[in-house]
C-alpha cells in the first residue's frame, strides 16, 4: 500500500503539482458546472485540506436510495474504482466499514485504505469519519432531502430524492494535492452517477418486470 502511494512523490520535489500538469494527465479543470446530471462544488479550506461537495437528484425516494447507501457489503460491486467495502468489527457495537478505492494514471496505480466509523440518522443523514488509513484526515457525510423534480410526471416517478456527499479530505505529503482533489471531482460524477444507475437496477420500471 505504501509504495503504492510513493509512487506519486516526485523525486527531489515536495508533493504538491500544479495545474498544468494535472492537466497533462487528462484531468478536468473544474467540475462546478453539472456533469450527467451532477453538481461538484469545491469548498474553501485551509493549505492542503479540501472540502469538496457534490449533489445529484435520483428519481426515487429517500427510503430506497438510503437501502443502497448502506448496504455497505455490496458498495464495490457497482461504485467504480472501489475494489473493497465490508463491514468490520466495531468495538462499541457501532457501524465500522473498511473500504479501498484504486485509480490508475498512465501506468502509475494508486490505491488508497480507509476505516471508516458511520453514525446513521434515518433517512435524511449518515456521517463517517476515518480511524484508520492513508489520509490524514477524511470525513464527511450524505444527506437525503426529497424534492419535486421537473420531469417527474414524464419519468413516472412520485418521489425524488436530492443525494448530497460532502467531503472534508487531507492528504499526506505523499500524495499530490492538486491531482488528488480533481480525480476526487471526477470520481464524485462517476460515483454518484452510479448510485442513480444502481437505483434504476434495483427499483426501476425494468427491475419490475
Known amino acids: 500500500m505504501n509504495t503504492e502511494l510513493n509512487q506519486w512523490t516526485t523525486e527531489g520535489e515536495g508533493a504538491e503539482i500544479d495545474d498544468g500538469l494535472a492537466a497533462a494527465f487528462g484531468l478536468p479543470e473544474s ?5 450527467q446530471g451532477v453538481e461538484v462544488q ?7 485540506q479540501r472540502q469538496i461537495c ?11 436510495v438510503w437501502q443502497i447507501l ?17 463491514k468490520i468489527a ?3 457495537g457501532g457501524i465500522r466499514i473498511e473500504q479501498v478505492g484504486t485509480q490508475s494514471l498512465l501506468k502509475l496505480k494508486f490505491c488508497a485504505r480507509v476505516v471508516l466509523d458511520m453514525v446513521e440518522q434515518f433517512p435524511h443523514q449518515i456521517d463517517f469519519c476515518m480511524i484508520e488509513g492513508d489520509f490524514k484526515q477524511f470525513s464527511g457525510s450524505w444527506t437525503l ?31 499530490p494535492i492538486g491531482m488528488i482533489e480533481k480525480r476526487l471531482k471526477s470520481g464524485l460524477v462517476t460515483n454518484l452517477s452510479a ?4 437505483a434504476d437496477m434495483l427499483f426501476g420500471c425494468t427491475a419490475a418486470e
Open 54 to 64: 457534490a449533489k445529484i437528484q435520483i428519481p426515487y425516494s429517500i427510503e430506497q
Open 145 to 175: 432531502q426529497p424534492v419535486a423534480a421537473l420531469g417527474a410526471v414524464e419519468t413516472r416517478a412520485e418521489a425524488w430524492t436530492e443525494l448530497c456527499y460532502m467531503i472534508v479530505v487531507l492528504p499526506p505529503r505523499t500524495m
Open 42 to 48: 469545491t469548498v474553501c479550506a485551509e493549505g492542503r
Open 195 to 198: 448510485i442513480r444507475d444502481r
Open 70 to 86: 448502506t448496504d455497505y457489503d455490496r458498495l464495490a460491486d457497482f461504485i467504480p474504482n472501489l475494489t473493497k467495502s465490508c
Open 31 to 35: 467540475l462546478s458546472e453539472s456533469a
Open 90 to 92: 466495531h468495538p462499541q
